[in-house]
């Protein structure tokens, strides 16, 4: 994600930051995470399969000093199993492109994201779904959710709620 559009990214999320149960998925390096945490997070379980990136993720956390404040967990995304016990107030959901150009990946990605807003997010949670601007469309998340995006070049920033959640007095749409 590229550093302006994680920027605004962390602007729209100021009401939920402050002590936030995160859930990072495909966490990569964990920059999102670990910048939760810098922000008023209290604490962030990353989820990453690739081993490589695992690695890095657990080489930053220790050299951050942040190991009392996070779980890495070396497994799949898209699995419940990996989600942990714990609803989450803010959900990263910052998928490999690749898993949006095929039907099988996509519609197992869509089913995963729809199954984490029902089951993991908090009731006043948000979810926080980036893809390439325009490869995503509303009517691909489930009813009974409250979708918005934001553009930002050739990102988009989807956020994602229960229906019943209120939406923030900044308007994050």
Do not use: C, Y
């Given at each position: 994600m590229l550093d302006r559009v994680r920027e605004a990214l962390f602007g729209t999320l100021q009401p939920w930051l402050e002590g936030a149960l995160v859930l990072d998925l495909f966490a990569g390096s964990g920059a999102l995470?670990?910048?939760?945490?810098?922000?008023?997070?209290?604490?962030?379980?990353?989820?990453e399969r690739n081993a490589n990136a695992s690695a890095c993720l657990e080489a930053?956390?220790?050299a951050l000093g942040l190991d009392d404040a996070v779980e890495v967990v070396r497994g799949d995304a898209l699995?419940?199993?990996s989600?942990?016990?714990?609803?989450?107030?803010?959900?990263?959901?910052?998928?490999p492109y690749p898993l949006l150009d095929e039907l099988r990946s996509r519609r197992a990605l869509?089913?995963?994201?729809?199954?984490l807003v029902r089951a993991k997010?908090?009731?006043?949670?948000?979810?926080?779904?980036?893809?390439?601007?325009?490869?995503?469309?509303?009517?691909?998340?489930?009813?009974?959710?409250t979708v918005r995006e934001r553009v930002y070049g050739s990102n988009s920033l989807w956020y994602v709620q229960r229906d019943e959640a209120p939406t923030t007095a900044n308007g994050t749409e």
């Open positions: 995470g670990i910048e939760a945490l810098s922000r008023g997070a209290r604490r962030v379980r990353f989820v930053n956390v220790s699995a419940r199993f989600w942990g016990e714990r609803p989450a107030d803010i959900v990263f959901f910052d998928s869509f089913e995963a994201l729809g199954e997010l908090a009731p006043e949670g948000v979810l926080v779904f980036h893809a390439p601007h325009r490869l995503v469309q509303p009517g691909e998340f489930d009813a009974g959710f």
